[in-house]
């Protein structure tokens, strides 16, 4: 099983439009500098190489890309070794 973190994604999406309208960019520091999780943490998140997420670290995330639905943060993948029953 794999669980991939879509936050790369938001954050093009959403840099995507900023860009679109003449305004900054959001950087990873950035997110980290105004949702208060550290850059270390958003680092490995971003870069799917966090082995767990804190349920606060995913409620400012939500907050701050504006979404109810944790989908919309994460992605989980089955693994494909395992069989249907």
């Known amino acids: 099983m794999t669980i991939r973190s879509r ?8 840099n995507l439009e900023r ?9 990873v520091r950035r997110l980290s500098r105004e949702t208060g999780i550290t850059h270390s ?7 799917n190489q966090s ?16 979404t109810s639905d944790i989908r919309d943060l ?3 993948i089955p693994d494909a070794t395992v069989e249907k029953q």
């Open 41 to 47: 943490a958003l680092v490995k998140l971003v870069n």
């Open 51 to 66: 082995e767990r997420v804190d349920f606060e670290t995913l409620d400012k995330l939500m907050r701050f890309f504006c």
């Open 19 to 27: 860009t679109k309208e003449g305004r900054e960019t959001i950087s």
């Open 7 to 14: 936050i790369k994604i938001l954050l093009a999406e959403r």
């Open 74 to 76: 994460l992605e989980y």
